[in-house]
């Protein structure tokens, strides 16, 4: 097969895996990315080749990154509007795409397209091929026992979908209990509220402080021995909490309980690891991840695999059927219905790669240095309400309120100064309803964004304080 | 129960009309924001909430009878300012009016001529089509 392979763009398909192609060892899009130490450009004894897809880089994860480097790699942060360069904040989202994504999409459908686990001719067995080592990619991203534990679905709402009813509806019976916390995501609440509603189970939500963290004390804890399932987010989607999963997973098994993990905003802040926290289902999409849109990961513990059962029919996911009855696939098939989103599941994996390259825990600091830097500049402006705990206990998201300024018209005015935030209920509207407010204005920061980006929101809610009227 | 509009349609079409940037036309919006009449507390509750706005918007309608003639009055009120603003339009274009002439103005191309629907986010465009639907419809119950 690999002599059928075209050559063209190939830097795009092995790097970095294979960077020791190039003269001095390091892949240009390694270079760019900061992974060479900043202090010293040329540094000769930085080795960049992994001997597996996704494995560890030879760099102390307290070089910093280089966030002007890499936000060259992104197209779309690189353009000039009318009115300057555009300030992406509102990475919580989506995130932008790095050209190595982009490029990596677009080579597999000039190349080798085909459908997944279906034409054994050479185009699909390159396909099935891509695809299984894309799946090695996650698992290992993820610390997860083997590639079969992931399984591809369309982002972390279907897959919280799949979770909930593929195991609750076997799992929970009349009087049963569901916990989740008030800071969840619709995609983390809504099915287990429905799911609660079909089995007659009762949802129970985890007590939260004032600072927005989960009460971890013993006597708040809502955990009983009637609860079959715990749901968490790892890291919210408003107040950028991070929560103890580890300590949740444990207090759930306790029981005999599973613990779910909304990943989505969690895996491209910090390092995740399913096997050490003792993880039985953990989601998350591609699109916040650096990765396509359409694509998504439910991870799945080896040994509860065998319980999740399918909710969506089709195509890939049987073993056989017959006019009366069907019988299922193996997961991760059962759970892949249909066509795959075959271009974005490859493509993910190559932003695993380039995640990983960078190295998660690199990026966390750097995300945490702005997110420390925006609270002390943000918490100088009358008026200021920053909601949820201290930039210690918090990945990259900040949401705020100023006193006679609507979170709408806060966004009109900083989107006059091509600063992109996202402003509403972010779909939290319990915990909106707990913080008292209708909507909040979020702030969330990336790999590419640099103290710039943060002076030039704080100059941007100065213009917006200045239109309207409060200066 | 009449209430001073910041400014007539015409004067507001004029003044549109002047102002090619869309910044310079939010600014505007922002302007008639700050210049809405007061609202009167007691009209501040749900059952006069307009449904599809992000932000909060009141919205009360009454008939009232002079020289003769039926016309629409309106009252409203929204914590966010650029909506302040686009009521400032809504009172201009339709407050005052009898029901049929509310019936028969085609809002549309208003809006499309001060550049609401080209500029306006989606949820705003939604909020201000929410409070446009509830005036025709008081308007409709009222037409003779």
Redesign the interface.
Known sequence: MNSHRPTRHDESVHCPAQANEYPDGICPLQRAAGCILQDEPNNPTVSLSPSQPGGPMNLSSSDPVNPHAIRQQFPVLCQQLPRGRPVFLDSAASAQKPEVVIRREREVQEQYYANAYRGRYQFGARIDEELERSRQVIARFLGADSPECIAFTAGTTLGLNQVAFGWGRSHVSEGDEVVVTPMEHHANFVPWQQLAHERRARLKLWPMTDDGQLDMTPEASPITERTRIVAVCAMSNVLGTVNPVREIAQRAHDVGAVIVVDAAQSVPHGPTDVRSDGIDFLVFSGHKLYGPTGVGVICCRPDRAEELQPIVFGGHMISRVTVESSEWADYPARMEAGTLPIVQAIALGTAVDWVTEIGVQRLAEHEHHLLADAMERLQQIPGMTIFGPSADSRGAILSFRIDGLHPEDLAAMLDRRNVFTRHGHHCAMVLHDRLGVSATTRVSFAAYNTSDDVGALVEAIDFARQKLRLI | MAQAIPMTLDELLEEFDELQDW?ER??LL?DLG?ELPPFPEEFRTDEHLVRGC???VWLVTNLVHQDGVDRVEILADS?????RGLIAVLLAVFSGRTPQEILSTDVEKLFDRMGLNQHL?S??RNGLHGMVRRIREFASAHAA
């Not at chain 2, 914590?79 to 909506?83: E, G, N, R, S, T």
């Open positions: 910044e939010c600014d922002i700050f992000q932000s909060l914590d966010a300012m650029i909506v986010s949820t705003r």
